[in-house]
């Protein structure tokens, strides 16, 4: 809903076999927010955040984290080895990463440099990727190729395309978004990660440091010892019979996760609030798919669009958060809630809208850090609500907080 949504890449794109990564989707938890350039760069962004910082409760702390998202990991600070091993993991019929004790919300679990990167293709081919290689030490290339291939029996999707080469289908298979340069989006693989399988309800969730060049991934929810850390390589707000599809069509492999595995009619009921999520999340952010309306018609869709909703959209909000929260798929709230925070800025209702910032800014802080542009992006609208575009567009009006 915001003008400022620049396009589909910040926001999990519902196409079909969309994917070319084991993670296509960049940045899940930002998905329905603005353009974040504007307050991430410039240094008085910083110093307006801090000069409005006040001692009330509803106002963001002067340290970057108030307990949330700590950058270094809370349960493993005395421990000096990692808080995960590599194992087989039976129900994929190879190896996945486990947690070797208990792991707290927020953690950073792992924190990897990528083995090398490569620009976005037609740049991107074989000859590149092995070139890259060539620079890798031997033992670095044996762990490459012993990598998966999802690529390996098949040619790259087209019909009449040359099939995919081992070294460039295990760098699709594997490699994750990691920031973008001057001459475009790049990606990487991590050697480390690349072990982490897929659950339609991960208990990881990953982000990149463009300060470190390094990714960091955070335990979404608290973890147990011995159970096994995952990510999600497709979206998850579909139905399985979707996620299956998806799975299949980039992976090859159907998925035998917890929430794939219920039974028929735990299935149907995860399948019904997995679909409800996706609708709201379309609902809540069309105007945000569509970056060429201007204010004018932004203004005139959302007054239109509030009238049609007799309670108010956030309404809807509060809902796909009880649907997350039943799904345990949090990744999505900081999103939700930058919408709930847009919707009461909308009617200058600030008290509110500080509420909703606030829980945006602690929900992206666990799963992206305190540092992160969206993390950054929430704080400095929880001490200053008044400086989002949209603020006062529609008259003013009470809706509801969060809670
Ligand atoms: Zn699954």
Excluded at 163 to 184: D, M
Excluded at 188 to 203: D, I, K, Q, W
Aim: proline share 7%; aromatic share 8%; net charge neutral.
């Amino acid at each position: 809903m915001a003008t400022r949504v620049q396009s589909p890449p910040g926001r999990p794109s519902m196409r079909h076999g969309s994917s070319r990564y084991r993670h296509s989707r960049s940045s899940l938890y930002v998905a329905h927010t603005p353009s974040l350039e504007p307050i991430t760069t410039p240094d008085e962004d910083e110093d307006a955040d801090e000069s409005t910082v006040s001692s009330t409760p509803d106002s963001p702390p002067t340290s970057p984290s108030p307990g949330h998202g700590q950058e270094s990991s809370s349960s493993s600070t005395d421990e000096s080895s990692p808080p995960y091993k590599i194992a087989a993991a039976p129900l994929t019929d190879g190896v996945g990463l486990f947690a070797t004790r208990a792991i707290s919300k927020g953690t950073i679990v792992l924190c990897e440099a990528p083995m090398f990167t490569q620009p976005s293709p037609p740049t991107r081919t074989n000859s590149t990727v092995m070139a890259a290689l060539s620079q890798c030490t031997r033992d670095e290339q044996r762990q490459y190729f012993n990598l998966a291939n999802a690529h390996k029996s098949k040619g790259s999707g087209a019909p009449g395309t040359q099939p995919v080469l081992p070294a460039l289908g295990i760098f699709e298979t594997n490699a994750l978004p990691c920031g973008k340069t001057r001459s475009g989006r790049r990606a990487g693989v991590f050697l480390t990660a690349a072990r982490l399988n897929h659950s339609c309800r991960p208990n990881l969730a990953r982000s990149w440091d463009e300060t470190s060049q390094q990714m960091a991934f955070r335990a979404l929810r608290d973890v147990a010892e011995g159970e096994e850390l995952c990510l999600n390589y497709v979206d998850v707000i579909g139905t399985r019979a979707q996620r299956t599809e998806e799975l299949q069509s980039a992976y090859g492999f159907e998925c035998v996760c917890e929430a794939c595995a219920l039974g028929f009619e735990e299935l149907a009921e995860s399948d019904r609030r997995r679909a409800a999520i996706r609708r709201l999340f379309e609902e809540v952010a069309v105007c945000g798919n569509e970056p060429t309306l201007g204010l004018r018609k932004v203004r005139s869709f959302v007054i239109d669009w509030l009238r049609r909703c007799s309670r108010g959209s956030y309404v809807q909000v509060k809902l796909a958060l009880q649907l997350l929260k039943e799904e345990e798929l949090v990744h999505y709230e900081a999103s939700f809630c930058f919408d709930g925070f847009q919707f009461c800025i909308l009617v200058s209702d600030f008290v509110n809208a500080k509420a909703w910032i606030r829980k945006a800014w602690e929900a992206s802080c666990n799963t992206s850090g305190p540092d992160s542009p969206a993390s950054r992006a929430f704080k400095m609208y929880w001490a200053n609500p008044r400086a989002h575009e949209l603020a006062g567009v529609l008259p003013r009006a009470t809706l509801h907080g969060p809670d």
